[in-house]
Structure formats: structure tokens, C-alpha cells
């Protein structure tokens, strides 16, 4: 299948910093990509739209100025959390499709903020 | 809205029992799709299965086989002979379909299947 890589795949730092979370495709072009957050033994929201070249989409209820996110080439999105805390520890995944075959996931990253 | 629901949390099986994973679904769009991923104690996001709603053809690939019923709006998966390996977090999403065929999708809860030797 294809392949969507994420880095990194775990990550700690200390509350106020930001983190930066990479999502690339590796073996196709992704114009879109989405960005999913999973607490622990809940299921898979999806929390932003990453477009190339224009604005990403928020689902309701997520703070674009928290979440940042760019999607500057046609194989990378990046997902910043800004003054990260420790409510925002969780797994972050992204995903992309490279054709009709179906969405393929990144490894994820486990965010713990402490 | 869209919806899928997994009604089984948790599900403990012997191994070599075969065992069947339920998802039912909601959504007012004549045109979707619906997966299945296993996720293992890693994290990741395995890709099993995609199905559009204009193919009901139910569909096997080794121990694995789906039943697609649109009448009952359901999408169930049947795990033959399971094995140890199988135990994992599966969800079952569903997505309309992009403009440019990208697949945003909608996870249900997930059911935790844990095959015992």
C-alpha cells in the first residue's frame, strides 16, 4: 500500500512549548491530508483539513490558533501545537490518500506534555 | 449527519474461534465509502478494506471476509480462525468521498478484540 510517514512517532516537552509533528507522503502526491487526535482507548477524531497551498479546514470545536498547520508542498503537512499543556497530550495521526484505493494513517505521534 | 457505530467494546475470543465484528452506519449521501482498520498496541493505522456503496459484493481475502448489507446499513467482519496476532482495536469509518477523492473520515468507537491462546 502506500506509504504516509509521520515524525515523530513519540514526543515530550514541557508545558507553554510548541511542537512541530510532520506528515509526509512518500510514494505519491497528496493535495489533501486530514489530521486525526485519539485519546487514550477513544476512537479517531478528525480535528483539521490540511489543503496545499490554501488555509486548512477546523472541525468544530478545535483551535486553529492552537493547531497550526501548514501544507506547503505536495508531499508534507505539518501540524504545530502552540503552547502545548498537558490537556493536549494525545495521539496525534495523519492521513492521505493517493488514489480511490483507500486513506492510509501515518505511524502517529504521542504527544505527552508535561 | 454521518455516524458509525460499533456496539461491541470489547470482545475476548479462544484462538481458532471465528469471530464476527459488527458496524452500522448512518448517512443521507447515495454515494460513500466504508473502511475497516485494525489498530495494534503500536498505534498505527493498518488498512484492511474499502467498499463503496454501490458494491455489495461481500469479499474474503484469506481469514477475513466482510458482509456489506445496505438494507441493514451495516458492514460486518468476520475474523476465521483467529490467531493471537489478531488481537487489536478495530474501526470501522465512513467518509464521503472529496473533491478530489480524498477520504475524510468518520471512526466508530472501535472494538477491542483480544484472542486468548
Known amino acids: 500500500g502506500a506509504v504516509v510517514s509521520q515524525h515523530p512517532s513519540r514526543v515530550i516537552c514541557k508545558s507553554g512549548t510548541s511542537v512541530k509533528i510532520e506528515c509526509r507522503s512518500l510514494d505519491f502526491q497528496a493535495t489533501t491530508m486530514f489530521w486525526y487526535r485519539q485519546f487514550p482507548k477513544q476512537s479517531l477524531m478528525l480535528m483539521a483539513t490540511?489543503?496545499?497551498?490554501?488555509?486548512?479546514?477546523?472541525e468544530q470545536g478545535v483551535e486553529k490558533d492552537k493547531f497550526l498547520i501548514n501544507h506547503a508542498s505536495l508531499t508534507l503537512s505539518t501540524l504545530t501545537v502552540t503552547s502545548a499543556h498537558p490537556e493536549d497530550s494525545s495521539f496525534y495521526i495523519c492521513?492521505?490518500?493517493?488514489?480511490?484505493?483507500?486513506?492510509?494513517f501515518g505511524q502517529g505521534t504521542r504527544l505527552t506534555v508535561v | 449527519a454521518q455516524k458509525v457505530t460499533q456496539a461491541q467494546t470489547e470482545i475476548s475470543v479462544v484462538e481458532k474461534e471465528d469471530v464476527t465484528l459488527d458496524c452500522v452506519y448512518e448517512t443521507r449521501d447515495t454515494t460513500y465509502y466504508l473502511f475497516w482498520y485494525k489498530q495494534p498496541p503500536s498505534g498505527e493505522l493498518v488498512f484492511l478494506i474499502r467498499r463503496n456503496s454501490f458494491d455489495e459484493q461481500n469479499e474474503i481475502s484469506g481469514r477475513y471476509s466482510w458482509n456489506f448489507q445496505k438494507s441493514t446499513s451495516s458492514f460486518n467482519f468476520t475474523i476465521t480462525a483467529s490467531q493471537v496476532v489478531d488481537s487489536a482495536v478495530y474501526f470501522c469509518?465512513?467518509?464521503?468521498?472529496?473533491?478530489?477523492?480524498?477520504?475524510?473520515?468518520?471512526f466508530g468507537s472501535g472494538t477491542r478484540l483480544l484472542v486468548r491462546p
Open positions: 469509518a465512513l467518509s464521503d468521498p472529496g473533491g478530489d477523492s480524498s477520504y475524510k473520515l468518520i
Open positions: 490540511s489543503n496545499e497551498g490554501s488555509k486548512a479546514t477546523y
Open positions: 492521513s492521505a490518500t493517493p488514489d480511490v484505493s483507500g486513506a492510509f
